[in-house]
């Protein structure tokens, strides 16, 4: 199986069409709306909660973002629905919510956070939430494992693997140094079988996305965007960006 067509033909907004000047945050249900509104695709996260949902929200805490504190993991769909983005009346959203909200009009773009820890319950809700949707959607994650249970759980979504050079303790506390190992020049690529990869845009040309792209064919996305200097480097090494700060075209 290809990655589709559409994944490259429009740049993907990081975590939604964010702007906090404008109130509008994160993986909230506003930055979903803005991001459709410019006809550009959504790239958010998911969690899990204590009572197997899937969340949408990048960190695994509330706190940065959000009123209240503690893990993801440990509160119910019920808690963290309750919860309000900071300075904001919006709340955050399941997946199931935001296909509702996005009903297919753009692309979404889902990354799986993992603990790292062999847990698939999150990547087994997502199977359940987009098994009666009928957008585009991918799926991806840092994570091999994670990519690995996108392959056995949804043979037909396409996925890929989030990726950059080094995983170091500091940044990947939760893996092993086995786990860290196994990430770096996707030398899992044979076992995973992505059909897109997304890489560090700071990290840009390397060798393993080369390959992936040059020689395997496959979709080369680069994240985060911000700068004149990423936008240049992604538009030279990658098929297209994942952005943020900016509205690409102005």
């Not at 964010?18 to 695709?41: K, L």
């Not at 009123?67 to 955050?92: C, I, N, Q």
């Not at 080369?210 to 004149?228: E, N, Y």
């Amino acid at each position: 199986m290809r990655a589709p067509d559409w994944l490259t033909a429009r740049p993907v907004a990081h975590r939604g069409l964010h702007d906090a000047a404008r109130g509008i945050i994160e993986n909230m249900p506003a930055a979903a709306e803005a991001a459709i509104s410019g006809n550009f695709s959504i790239e958010c996260d998911i969690q899990l909660t204590a009572d197997g949902e899937a969340m949408v929200h990048h960190d695994d805490a509330l706190g940065r973002l959000t009123e209240g504190s503690g893990a993801l993991l440990g509160k119910t769909t019920a808690e963290l629905k309750a919860v309000k983005f900071k300075d904001t009346p919006e709340r955050m959203m399941t997946l199931a919510d935001l296909c509702a909200l996005v009903a297919g009009r753009v692309p979404l773009v889902i990354e799986v956070k993992s603990h790292f820890d062999g847990d698939r319950k999150l990547v087994t809700r997502m199977a359940e939430v987009l098994a009666s949707y009928r957008g585009p959607v991918v799926g991806m994650s840092f994570d091999p494992d994670q990519v690995l249970a996108l392959r056995e759980a949804m043979p037909a979504l396409p996925r890929g693997i989030v990726a950059e050079r080094e995983y170091t303790a500091v940044d990947w506390p939760e893996a092993t140094p086995a786990q860290r190992r196994g990430m770096e020049h996707l030398r899992h690529a044979f076992r995973t079988r992505p059909h897109f990869v997304a890489f560090w845009v700071n990290e840009l040309p390397a060798a393993a996305p080369w390959i992936a792209r040059h020689i395997f064919g496959l979709p080369l996305l680069t994240w985060t965007v911000r700068t004149p200097e990423q936008r240049a480097r992604a538009a030279r090494y990658a098929d297209q960006m994942i952005f943020e700060g900016f509205l690409p075209g102005t």
